[in-house]
């Protein structure tokens, strides 16, 4: 596309280095003001003038062409009108002919990124607390890889622990495989609620899963078998759910995995002196930085969290040699994190700084909208199959003759769940309704799907193809309605780079918001069919644009966009 800003600090002609002067170029706030602006008060030193005087004579030598048609000095800015038709023009064609690209770029190409993300534990459930890790997790990896990076999604599944010596008593006790293939990972967290219930009157079960732990650890056949068979229901469960969110992984390389991998680590840092035995465990004192210790090895020689959290940082950095290593993992885990990244700090490995904690907030739903079953879990899955199933009755009320009015539904229902864990900044604690997640007339996910299916239906009826409808003349759009829409399209790309490098698609969740809303002011305010047949052109033109980035920029976030609702 057309660089307004380059073009302008081209034809500036004032003793300032050109660098300088793009970057000084803002986008005006205000449409009236101009559309792009160049605050003149850090040049006044250097040129030795007031920036009234500088914006002044700036305006008077700029020679205005068929992109910029006006320049005006107002109060030390220099305020540059564009030439609106070449604007739109410009944007139409650079939107459409890049398409389904449109947003992508290559800045990211020849880095890896891994991102560890929504990392179950087995023989549990994914529940509404992986909601947030899940939606962020998988909507970065997809910014990431529009910006051209090698990403690696990584499960970091708990699969480690004395825990599972309890499920494979509590299996041996109570299990029943037609229950299990029934009810799938449920059934295991039953069987482990179970347990906990008669330990407390039969401590002998704790004995015995004591026991099963160590006959895994020794790898014996049976124990292993069983750990596996657990493992298999749980990750047939959640990749159900995985499906329906559209997230994916590359690796599913959990806790257990850096078992034998521990050694290395553990001894690298011992040879660097951070190392210190208290109790008989190992621990690295951070006493110097606020922080309690954090403990490596216990004192009966075993593993915790953290020590297989740093193997997995060494295996990453020398497994894929990433560029950023994101943990996309609740704040309540920020002290675990804040400790492993400085243990590796001091032990002087520059690549610590690459390490990055992307917290977020709790979703907790409504009180009383869902009843939960036992053990107060509320699994995603039913937070997904209530918000399908209410999606379905809107859309039967609403639009009964729509075709494939279950697939829309889920499409509707699955996207209000996922946009509500991306909509606000992600640190933020959040409760989850049912009625406003789905309100088509929020700012909700199903609305953005509405306009996107609403710019479709309009396309539709107009027929042809871009190619052939694209319009060659812009010259009646000068509108504000529209005029906002050209801008807001022509910022996509730096709201795609904004999300993925602060780690927040809550960026991106609110620009589609905008985008919606200025598109339904500009639908309102203007008709699109049955105008002359250039202006219908033009403006069917801008709102193929419009469908094709709403329709990206919910793909990124994980949201799949109905053709008709
Ligand atoms: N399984 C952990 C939990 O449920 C999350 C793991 C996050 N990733 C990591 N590398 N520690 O709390």
Partial sequence: MFDFKKHIADNISADIDKEMLYSSIVNTADDNMGDYSLPCFKFAAQLRKSPVAIAQQLAENYLTDEYIGEVKAVNGYLNFFVNRSAMLTDTVYGVLEQGENYGNSNEGNGKTICIDYSSVNIAKSLHIGHLGTTAIGGSLYKLFAALGYKVIGINHLGDYGTQFGKMIVAYKLW??????????????????????????????????????????????????????????????????VYDRLNVTFDSWNGESFYNDKMDKP??????????????????????????????????????????????????????????KCLYVVAYQQNLHFRQIFKVLELAGLDWAKDLVHVAYGMVSLEEGSMSTRKGNTVFLKDVL????????????????????????????????????????????????????????????????????????????????SYLTRIARNYSGLDDVETLRLVKLLRNFPVIVSDS?????????????????QAFNRFYIGHRVLGEDLSVQNARLSL???????????????????PEQM
């Fill in 385 to 464: 199959d209530r918000a399908v199933s209410k999606s379905l009755d809107i859309i039967c009320t609403k639009n009964p003759d729509l075709p494939d009015k279950e697939k829309v539904a889920e499409q509707v229902g699955v996207g209000a769940v996922i946009f509500s864990a991306l909509e606000n900044a992600r640190i933020k604690d959040i409760t989850f309704t049912f009625d406003r997640v789905l309100n088509f007339d929020g700012e909700t996910a199903p609305y953005l799907q509405y306009t996107h299916a609403r710019c479709n239906s309009l396309l539709k009826k107009a027929g042809m």
């Fill in 543 to 561: 709102v193929e644009c419009v469908q094709l980035v709403l329709r990206k920029g919910l793909a990124l976030l994980g949201i799949e966009a």
């Fill in 175 to 240: 299990g029943n495989d037609e229950v299990i293939a029934k009810e799938g990972v449920r059934a295991l967290q039953d069987l482990y609620v179970r347990f906990h219930r008669e330990e407390e009157e039969h401590p002998e079960l704790t004995e015995q899963a004591r026991h099963w732990f160590a006959r895994i650890e020794k790898g014996d056949p049976e124990a292993v078998k069983l750990f596996e068979y657990f493992k298999k229901i749980t990750l047939d469960d959640v990749r159900q």
């Fill in 500 to 516: 993925a490098y602060k780690y927040e698609p809550s960026i991106l969740s609110k620009y589609l918001i905008d985008l919606a």
């Fill in 266 to 323: 553990l001894k690298f840092l011992e040879d660097k002196g951070l190392v210190t035995v208290s109790d008989g465990a190992k621990v690295v004192d951070l006493s110097d930085y606020g922080m309690p210790p954090c403990l490596l090895v216990k004192s009966d020689g075993s593993s915790l969290y953290a020590t297989r959290d740093i193997a997995a940082a060494f295996y990453r950095k020398e497994h894929y040699n990433f560029d």
